[in-house]
C-alpha cells in the first residue's frame, strides 16, 4: 500500500530535550515535505525536500532542521524544543512538481512542557 | 509569496443540502489547485484538484470551479451526507523551473452535515 508513515503519532516531552519525528514514504517520491497544523493557521509548511541531499526552508523553520539521506526518508528534528512547538505535524510526499497532489501521513501530535 | 484564504471557516448543512467553500489567491502563476479533506485523527487526503487551463472538474457529489480572472476557486458538495463532515482545506501550486514548487494552503473549513 502506498502510504506515508510518520512515527511518532504522539509525543510528549519536556522544553530543551532533543527529539526526532520520522518520516518514510514508498513511493518513491523526489518532493517530501513537513507541516505544522495549528488551530486557525491552517497548514504551514516548516522544510521541503527536492531530492536527496537538497532540502530548503518553508514559511516557518525557526526551531527545526531536517535532513534526506536517502530518497524515502525526511525526518524532522528539534534540537531544543519549545513551548510554542506544541502542534500537530504532518509529514507529506509527492512526484517532482506536485502535479498530482500530496499524500500525507497521519500526524504526529507534539505537546511540549 | 502566495496567499491562500478561505471561507467559510466553519459551515452547517442538513444532510442532503449542499456545500460550497470558497477560496481566493494571490498569485496567477499558480497554476494548480487541489482540495484535501481531513477527518478526525487522520491526515488530509486529497479528494479533488484542478488545474489552470480547466473551469470545472466533477466528480459524482464533488465540483470544483475555477475563475482564474478573479483568482478564485470553489468546492461544491452536493446531496451531503453525515460522512461529509470534516475539516476541508484548498491549495494553491505555484510551480517554477527547476523542479521548485510552492504550495500555500487555506485555513480550512470545519464541515458538519447534521443529519
Known amino acids: 500500500e502506498a502510504q506515508v508513515t510518520q512515527n511518532p503519532r504522539y509525543l510528549i516531552t519536556v522544553t530543551g530535550k532533543k527529539l526526532t519525528v520520522t518520516c518514510s514514504q514508498n513511493m518513491n517520491h523526489e518532493y517530501m515535505s513537513w507541516y505544522r497544523q495549528d488551530p486557525g493557521l491552517g497548514l504551514r509548511q516548516i522544510y521541503y525536500s527536492m531530492n536527496v541531499e537538497v532540502t530548503d526552508k518553508g514559511d516557518v523553520p525557526e526551531g527545526y532542521k531536517v535532513s534526506r539521506k536517502e530518497k524515502r526518508n525526511f525526518p524532522l528534528i528539534l534540537e531544543s524544543p519549545s513551548p510554542n512547538q506544541t502542534s500537530l505535524y504532518f509529514c507529506a510526499s509527492s512526484t517532482q512538481g506536485a502535479l498530482y497532489g500530496y499524500t500525507f501521513g497521519s500526524g504526529t501530535r507534539l505537546t511540549v512542557v | 509569496g502566495e496567499n491562500v484564504e478561505q471561507h467559510p471557516s466553519t459551515l452547517s448543512v442538513q444532510e442532503g443540502d449542499s456545500a460550497v467553500i470558497k477560496c481566493t489567491y494571490s498569485?496567477?502563476?499558480?497554476?494548480?489547485f487541489p482540495w484535501y479533506k481531513q477527518e478526525l485523527g487522520k491526515g488530509p487526503q486529497l479528494i479533488i484538484d484542478?488545474?489552470?487551463?480547466?473551469g470545472e472538474k466533477k466528480d459524482q457529489r464533488i465540483a470544483v470551479t475555477l475563475n482564474k480572472t478573479a483568482k478564485h476557486f470553489s468546492l461544491h458538495i452536493t446531496e451531503t451526507q453525515p460522512e461529509d463532515s470534516a475539516v476541508y482545506f484548498c491549495?494553491?501550486?505555484?510551480?517554477?523551473?527547476?523542479?521548485?514548487?510552492?504550495?500555500?494552503f487555506g485555513t480550512g473549513t470545519k464541515l458538519q452535515v447534521i443529519p
Open positions: 498569485d496567477s502563476a499558480s497554476n494548480y
Open positions: 491549495a494553491a501550486r505555484l510551480g517554477r523551473s527547476g523542479g521548485y514548487q510552492k504550495v500555500t
Open positions: 484542478i488545474r489552470s487551463n480547466v
